[in-house]
């Protein structure tokens, strides 16, 4: 097992241009979770599943965001119309259970729109 | 809906000395659980320690050891014996228990950036 992998690490992308990233979680993990980190701030939260169902969305995702696990193993987070505000770091993280021992985290997707 | 200070954007110690890293919370709930995770530069996170709130004994793993203090939601960190690898941000974070029917999400503090001196 090589942990939470998340695939690009890093991404440039012109302004109204669409972007999406991948997570592939622990395998025997069954929730998945995906944050946002901006600079100089902590990891604020977007949305999590549990297997294949997505559970709960944060307000901070707008309808321009989408995210899907399908078949309960990785996961997508789009992003449509691109603004520079999204530029920020994308963490993905996953759990057994519901992470009373808390999560393990992938290294992240670094985004930049331009 | 909870929230996460760390009052500390920067510290530094002095490498084998201690430091301490402090962390406030608010909320109305009555269990919980409390983490600290390190996230080296352009690594990933680690979580470094946990706490649950109905257990009064403070948490320790190795040389990292925590003051829970519930009454006035306080939850700092101790590093003993400093290595240059300790060097990173420290995020202080809060998670409803799942008997409160709350939220899974994790609620992160700003951070503090931990410097170790040689």
């Known amino acids: 097992d090589t942990g939470v992998s998340q695939d690009p690490r890093h991404k440039i992308t012109k302004r109204g241009q669409n972007v999406t990233f991948r997570c592939d979680p622990i395998s025997e993990h069954n929730r998945l979770y995906w944050y946002r980190q901006t600079l100089g701030q902590g990891p604020e939260f977007l949305t999590y599943f549990q297997n294949e169902a997505q559970l709960e969305k944060s307000r901070l995702l707008s309808d321009r965001f989408s995210a899907e696990r399908p078949k309960g193993s990785f996961s997508t987070l789009e992003i449509q119309r691109t603004e520079q505000g999204d530029s920020a770091m994308y963490l993905c993280?996953?759990?057994f259970g519901t992470g009373d021992y808390g999560y393990t985290f992938g290294s992240g997707t670094r985004l930049t729109v331009v | 809906a909870q929230t996460v200070t760390q009052s500390q954007p920067e510290m530094s110690v002095q490498e084998a000395e201690t430091v301490t890293l402090s962390c406030t919370y608010d909320t109305s709930e009555s269990d919980y659980y409390l983490f600290w995770y390190k996230q080296p530069p352009s690594r990933q996170m680690i979580l470094v320690i946990r706490?649950?709130?109905?257990?009064?004994q403070n948490a320790t793993e190795n040389r990292f050891s925590v003051n829970f203090q519930k009454a006035a939601k306080s939850f700092s960190l101790k590093i003993s014996d400093s290595q240059l690898g300790d060097a990173a941000m420290y995020f202080c974070a809060y998670r409803s228990a799942f008997d409160q029917g709350g939220s899974e999400k994790l609620v992160f503090g700003k951070g503090t950036k931990l410097t170790v001196n040689p």
């Open positions: 993280a996953s759990s």
């Open positions: 706490q649950e709130a109905y257990k009064q």
